[in-house]
């Protein structure tokens, strides 16, 4: 498994986590997880996540959940699965959730992420 931190600002960060390659997961060939924490002195509050973890036909797109309904799924609502178009729609909803004035440091650090298919 291949996991690291990217830092947003001091206040937040994105947490990636890309599993070993799974036969399963028919279009990124692994399973992955990227986390959105908001850091409090030493202690780390998750506010959402996006994953592929539902390997169903036909729902292979990444999806978030969130802190208050974590077992709710909000899919992106995109008809491919391009990566670039992933990360942008998961950088709106990262911007939704923690506000305009962090955009930058959010774009640079969606930036940084890799493709979980490499």
Request: hydrophobic share 30%; glycine share 6%.
């Amino acid at each position: 498994m291949k996991r690291g931190n990217i830092p947003i600002n001091q206040n937040f960060e994105l947490e990636y986590r890309y599993y070993d390659k799974d036969v399963n997961y028919k279009y990124f060939n692994r399973k992955f997880e990227i986390y959105l924490l908001e850091k409090k002195g030493l202690k780390k509050n998750y506010i959402l996540h996006m994953d592929n973890c539902d390997i169903s036909p036909g729902k292979w797109s990444p999806h978030v959940h969130k802190v208050p309904n974590v077992n709710k799924k909000l899919y992106f609502g995109v008809s491919t699965l391009n990566w670039n178009d992933i990360k942008n729609n998961f950088l709106d909803c990262i911007i939704g959730e923690i506000g305009e004035k962090h955009k930058e440091g959010a774009k640079k650090a969606v930036g940084k992420l890799l493709s979980p298919k490499l």
